[in-house]
């Protein structure tokens, strides 16, 4: 029995989460595997209902389950609450609380959906990426962070801190993961102005001498915010630190075409994973049935193969998802003019039918092979 924590969150969480335990159940009639589910508040309803976005409770119940699955955290509603009140800011103290310092965030593109990214066909083509983002330090961590009342106007200072220690495992991780691609590691950086940029080079070009098999080269982000967009297939593991990670992570939606086919995962060093689709609550369509579940459909391929190591159960959610996609099965965010579009639901019942005939066939084929 496995435990997963659901945070449905703002928005169109409830929605999209709702599609994920639908196929995690549909995963576990196929392969004969029990999920248990327990459920927490996060974000702007944490702070409507218990007046913090992380309640403690909901802390403690991560903590007590095998993995997590999050929705979306936020909206225009909590727009002018206190900064310590924001949806977002339960969402990066529970990363903390977690120590969750690996972001991973994979950009694959579909071929049914060459046509739907802003990019040209002949671009985005045999794109397949994978996004490192350190998660837990720099700018969005950093002490003092404050603004200050002074004679010449008001002063702001963010600070931007990451110890040696940080920047090495998150840079491992890099290159562990890149040893199960294309042995391929770009580190991205802004060495020309930060100092911070300048230690994170030199602790990369340390690492990777413990790692021969693995190639490094180095990328200012300016950059590497071009080449997304110029020449993604010329990257395998690109890793680097939180805001520009942040930042990066998102101009890679364009990769893809929208920002709802774009899953992520948060991993420690121990304890439970955190698995969430990077795209917004988007409360324009909250409730509407036109959220696009597959990032999160995809976040849960994610969840079963880092979390629960079930491999194959994963690979078949992908291959689901691609099947959909080539029958032609779009979401209002991934349609062309004149394509039919589904609903949430729709969508996921899809994925659902193509899972199970994808896994049916697989024991198919396995009988012959037997026999």
Known sequence: MKKIAILEGDGIGPEITKEAV?????VGKQYGH???YQYGKIGGVAVDEEGTPLPKETVQLCKQNDAILLGAVGGPKWDQEAPSRKPEKGLLDLRK???????LRPVNVYSALLDSSPLKPEVVRGADLLIVRELTGGL???EPRERRSTEQGLEVVD??????????RILRKAFELARLREKRVTSVDKANVLESSRLWRETAERIAKDYEDVSLEHMLVDNAAMQLIRDPDQFDVLVTENMFGDILSDEASMITGSLGMLPSASLGASGPGLYEPIHGSAPDIAGLSKANPLATLSSVAMLLKYS?????EANAIEEAI?????????TQDIARNGEKVISTEEMGK??????REITLNKRSKEKVKQS
């Open 159 to 168: 600070t931007l801190f990451y110890t040696e220690a940080e920047m090495e």
């Open 97 to 103: 609380s977690l120590q969750l310092f690996a972001n």
């Open 350 to 355: 899809v994925v659902r039918v193509h899972y």
């Open 308 to 312: 629960f190591h079930l491999t194959e």
């Open 140 to 142: 969005y961590f950093g």
């Open 322 to 330: 691609e099947a959909a996609l080539e029958e032609g099965y779009r």
């Open 22 to 26: 639908l196929l995690l159940e549909e």
């Open 34 to 36: 029990s999920f248990e």
